[in-house]
């Protein structure tokens, strides 16, 4: 078989780098090795998303570069996979004409055969088929004989919940998870190759195997917990509404469930999370924090907000800036709202106008890195368990880099003696000297001082 090489270009969410990850292993055995130059492929894929029209158009201008290299090489095969695939359909044939495949969100497991089929007959096909089932057809991605030392691993996917300005169930289905006898294999064949960190995906972790019958999330939790060396558990993303005792009782009983949770709460306005169907009030979210720091009294939070939603008067925005003061954030993605297909929002009135998004925008993230800086600062002077996964050579010799279990970034430097071998991996006590307003600066003693 002719050795082939594919570019992958990633765009959106975790999930689609999960994605990415699969899609070389499945186009393994047509002869495609992964390449890092687009100039290099016989195959390009663009995985997209189009949560908001920004990713959406950085889509489409990777793809109006693909045009040239057509040009140059006629035998390029183009493929469009992921959610703008899933939305736009054979237009985007009729759009872009030297594109060649067009698949869906759930088409992975039909990849390799259109693959296969058009390097035969040539002719351009789409599949954006919504096929229930897809779950167990869901293949751990091609394990290198080392990974890094942080992974993620799809446990489930779709969503059912339907926020008014969101276009994922109609891109990405309707929820379906994954049996966790895989997911515990899964995870185990990452760690024995070098994984020490994994973060569970999901579009709603919280309603994990529930439609199915299988283990609850919790359980699952509780059952990746208890794989050897592994040191540390993540997962994204978790809906309010559903942030269950259960799961607070996860975070009482195991240590390697990390200090921090993302939980979108998207507005600090009851008014505005009606309208989103968020199906939570401002007073639930904070109910559900106190539960957390119940058991985890110094539990770091981060979360998304949609600023400028339909309606939304610079009274609800207040309120938004307020549940940010009083929550205290370690770290926030904020968004401007932008109008999707099908989201019923899109046909909401008293849209907010372009400067206004901006405004408030700025004012939120401006506010965000004053708390942000404000909590790194208290770091200063501290000692904190971190998972190295990274060492750069800076001017001053070797810079170690990795997380906090609260998900904060530390660089450090090694002091009292030499590094054998490498720290990538490995938890280290590191002293804080200083709290930037994004990171922590610090030093690790190999004499323990
Ligand atoms: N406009 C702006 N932000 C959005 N998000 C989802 N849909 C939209 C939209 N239409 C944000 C939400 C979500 C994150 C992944 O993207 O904050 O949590
Ligand atoms: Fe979109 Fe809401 Fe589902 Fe998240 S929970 S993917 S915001 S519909």
Redesign the pocket.
Known sequence: MNKKCVFIYTIG?QMNVYDSEMFKKVLNPLGYIPVEVVEDADLVIVNTCT??KKAEEKAFSFLGRMRALKKKNPELIVAIGGCVAQQEGAAILRRMPYVDLVFGTRAYGRLKAMVEKFEYDRIPHVDVEMTMGIAGEIVTPELDAEVEVSRFVTIMRGCDNF?S????PYVRGREESRDPDVIVDEVRALVERGAREITLLGQNVNSYGKKEGLCDFPELLRRVSEIDGLLRIRFA?SHPKDLSPGLVAAYRDLPKLCNHIHL?V?SGSNAVLKKMNRKYTREDYMERIARLREVRPDISLSS???VGFPGETDADFNETLELVQEVGFSGI?A??????PN?P?ANYEDKVSDEDKRRRLDKLLVLETEISRTKNLLYAGKTEEVLVDGKKDGKEGPQWTGRTACNRVVNFTVTGGVVEGSLVGTLVPVYIEEGLPHSLRGVFDMKGH
């Open positions: 969410c949560v908001r926020c300005y969101c276009i994922v993303t979108p998207q998304d907000m949609i993605f968004f401007k709202y932008s109008d999707r989201a929002a």
